[in-house]
């Protein structure tokens, strides 16, 4: 795998708009992010020509994403790319896609959500990207980039040393939306309650496995038989499978079948470890405690996986605040001690 070079202070970060418009529909967001990174971090940030293009716009001719993510990757200044947002069919560029582009400048990518059908493509050019938070959606959080979100983002994309043991975040977590509609709201932090920290199913054991996963919505139906899904059974032997909901199907049925589909292709057999997202703030305690026991009732009952490491409730995806999980990376479980270590470099 292809790894990209670290970011530093006063690196050039292009924002590109892969998926959906929200840039433009909601300016004030998206201004508040790059406010973020260019405080936080130092990076002289800088829009493609849609960036803020509209919907429409984007709808209508998706050729001109992939000419803006092209266009940011072969410039010799942009040393990094982030996405302002998900969406939902960034599953559009494949059809285009020039994977020996992505291949012939690699670069820190960044993005969640509807982004991971573009993640998966880089994954299949062969190169390391990173399900991160997005500039309108974890970048730009109320009262800022949150510390332990920006800590994250330091130590995996900023340095080049092994990553090291996970820590999971124990302080507020938000209990309402960031108020778009106001922008002027985005500087003040939302209301909050204790996070628990991560849940460990019962079972498991001590395994290593490379990271490998995204989104379920954007997993199935859109990727899975696709050419960047992978269909041999040997891919998955030595991979860690993290997986995340938005909240339009975080429900207990839809996880069933999921994970049935994900059984029947022999995943559940083959993976060595299994990472849960903790979940959107739309989604209730009882719905989240619903598809935990949707994924034990598959994962430990019906293909008694009883030694498979299955931690819940991690901090990445679609919550606040979040780690960046590195595509590739080599990451241990421990279910006995209880610790998520990322053993590997993430940049170099």
Same mark, same amino acid.
């Given at each position: 795998?292809?790894?990209? @070079?670290?970011?530093?202070?006063?690196?050039?970060?292009?924002?590109?708009?892969?998926?959906?418009?929200?840039?433009?529909?909601?300016?004030?967001?998206?201004?508040?992010?790059?406010? %973020?990174?260019?405080?936080?971090?130092?990076?002289?940030?800088?829009?493609?020509?849609?960036?803020?293009?509209?919907?429409?716009?984007?709808?209508?001719?998706?050729?001109?994403?992939? *000419?803006?993510?092209?266009?940011?990757?072969?410039?010799?200044?942009?040393?990094?790319?982030?996405?302002?947002?998900?969406?939902?069919?960034?599953?559009?560029?494949?059809?285009?896609?020039?994977?020996?582009?992505?291949?012939?400048?690699? @670069?820190?990518?960044?993005?969640?959500?509807?982004?991971? *059908?573009?993640?998966?493509?880089?994954?299949?050019?062969?190169?390391?990207?990173?399900?991160?938070?997005?500039?309108?959606?974890?970048?730009?959080?109320?009262?800022?980039?949150?510390?332990?979100? @920006?800590?994250?983002?330091?130590?995996?994309?900023?340095?080049?040393?092994?990553?090291?043991?996970?820590?999971?975040?124990?302080?507020?977590?938000?209990?309402?939306?960031?108020? $778009?509609?106001?922008?002027?709201?985005?500087?003040?932090?939302?209301?909050?309650?204790?996070?628990?920290? $991560?849940? $460990?199913?019962?079972?498991?054991?001590?395994?290593?496995?490379?990271?490998?996963?995204? +989104?379920?919505?954007?997993? +199935?139906?859109?990727?899975?038989?696709?050419?960047?899904?992978?269909?041999?059974?040997?891919?998955?032997?030595?991979?860690?499978?993290?997986?995340? $909901?938005?909240?339009?199907?975080?429900? *207990?049925?839809?996880?069933?079948?999921?994970?049935?589909?994900?059984?029947?292709?022999?995943?559940?057999? %083959?993976?060595?470890?299994?990472?849960?997202?903790?979940?959107?703030?739309?989604?209730?305690?009882?719905?989240?405690?619903?598809?935990?026991?949707?994924?034990?009732?598959?994962?430990?009952?019906?293909?008694?996986? %009883?030694?498979?490491?299955? +931690?819940?409730?991690?901090?990445?995806?679609?919550?606040?605040?979040?780690?960046?999980?590195?595509?590739?990376?080599?990451?241990?479980?421990? *279910?006995?001690?209880?610790?998520?270590?990322?053993?590997?470099?993430?940049?170099?």
């Amino acid at each position: 795998m292809i790894i990209p @070079k670290r970011l530093s202070r006063g690196s050039r970060v292009a924002i590109v708009s892969v998926s959906s418009a929200a840039g433009h529909q909601f300016p004030g967001v998206y201004n508040w992010g790059v406010q %973020q990174l260019r405080e936080a971090f130092g990076f002289d940030v800088v829009a493609m020509p849609h960036t803020l293009a509209s919907q429409q716009v984007l709808t209508e001719t998706p050729q001109l994403r992939l *000419a803006d993510l092209y266009e940011a990757l072969e410039r010799p200044d942009i040393e990094g790319i982030i996405a302002t947002i998900g969406g939902e069919d960034s599953i559009r560029l494949l059809r285009f896609m020039d994977f020996d582009k992505l291949r012939q400048y690699p @670069k820190v990518f960044c993005g969640m959500s509807d982004i991971t *059908a573009v993640h998966l493509m880089f994954f299949h050019a062969g190169v390391r990207s990173y399900y991160s938070p997005t500039v309108m959606y974890g970048i730009a959080d109320g009262g800022g980039i949150h510390p332990y979100t @920006k800590a994250s983002f330091e130590r995996t994309l900023m340095q080049a040393d092994p990553i090291g043991v996970l820590e999971p975040y124990e302080g507020l977590k938000p209990v309402e939306p960031l108020p $778009w509609d106001k922008p002027e709201m985005l500087k003040h932090p939302v209301r909050g309650r204790q996070a628990n920290g $991560w849940d $460990w199913a019962e079972g498991g054991t001590k395994a290593q496995g490379r990271l490998f996963g995204g +989104c379920v919505e954007v997993i +199935c139906p859109l990727l899975i038989g696709t050419e960047i899904w992978p269909r041999a059974r040997s891919f998955w032997n030595d991979k860690i499978l993290f997986l995340e $909901w938005s909240y339009e199907m975080a429900q *207990a049925e839809f996880t069933r079948w999921f994970f049935q589909n994900l059984a029947a292709q022999g995943i559940l057999d %083959q993976i060595q470890g299994l990472i849960i997202g903790r979940h959107h703030i739309k989604v209730s305690d009882y719905t989240a405690w619903e598809i935990k026991q949707s994924v034990l009732g598959i994962v430990r009952k019906q293909e008694k996986k %009883q030694n498979l490491p299955i +931690c819940f409730d991690v901090d990445f995806g679609h919550t606040l605040p979040m780690l960046i999980l590195p595509y590739g990376a080599l990451m241990e479980m421990d *279910a006995i001690e209880r610790r998520l270590t990322i053993l590997d470099s993430s940049v170099v």
